[in-house]
């Protein structure tokens, strides 16, 4: 190293003979402890940049399963859409209300007698659609159960299976009864 900082100090005059040398040895000394004992210098700079990449990367990861959960999302809605939409019955305005409960709310549609006869039984089934309804058929609304629940306002069939426990089984409900 003929030609190192400590050389080119010494020449301009900087530091004297006695001060490089001694720089020389303490900077020896140290490597040959760091040998010896192992001991890892610890670079802060490094070590900042080091742990200022991991959280980068980890909020990468968290932006990245946002999106993809997004998109999925809306792939899903999207699917439920197309089945809505090519399945749905006419209802034409019936001239028989159908009352349902979507969430907390009694809401009414009009059907026709036939649909307003099959709702009750189960074979039809009431999907919310942005903000209306539309009436499907439950074999539908099992397909979209699958993708999202809170899309089917109303089955019958989902409410007869849950209610196996029901007390009031015993008693008959007129054909002809309505609310």
């Known amino acids: 190293m003929a030609n190192s900082f400590g050389d080119q100090f010494l020449k301009a005059?900087?530091?004297?003979?006695?001060?490089?040398?001694?720089?020389?040895?303490?900077k020896i000394r140290q490597q040959k402890q760091k040998n010896k004992q192992k001991i890892e210098v610890v670079d802060e700079a490094a070590l900042a940049a080091r742990q200022a990449a991991a959280e980068q990367t980890a909020r990468d990861r968290e932006l990245n399963r946002q999106l993809k959960e997004e998109v999925e999302r809306k792939a899903v809605q999207a699917q439920v859409r197309q089945l809505v939409e090519m399945n749905r019955l006419p209802r034409d305005d019936g001239d028989v209300g159908y009352n349902f409960q979507d969430g907390t709310a009694i809401r009414k549609i009009f059907v026709s007698e036939a649909v307003h006869d099959k709702l009750g039984r189960g074979l039809l089934a009431i999907a919310r659609l942005d903000d209306r309804y539309e009436v499907i058929p439950s074999v539908v609304a099992e397909k979209i159960m699958l993708r999202d629940e809170s899309c089917i306002v109303?089955?019958?069939?989902?409410?007869?299976?849950?209610?196996?426990?029901?007390?009031?089984?015993?008693?008959?409900?007129?054909?002809?009864?309505?609310w």
């Open 13 to 26: 005059g900087l530091v004297n003979k006695t001060r490089l040398n001694k720089a020389k040895k303490s």
């Open 154 to 178: 109303s089955n019958a069939t989902t409410r007869l299976e849950s209610g196996e426990d029901d007390p009031y089984a015993d008693y008959k409900v007129p054909d002809d009864l309505m």
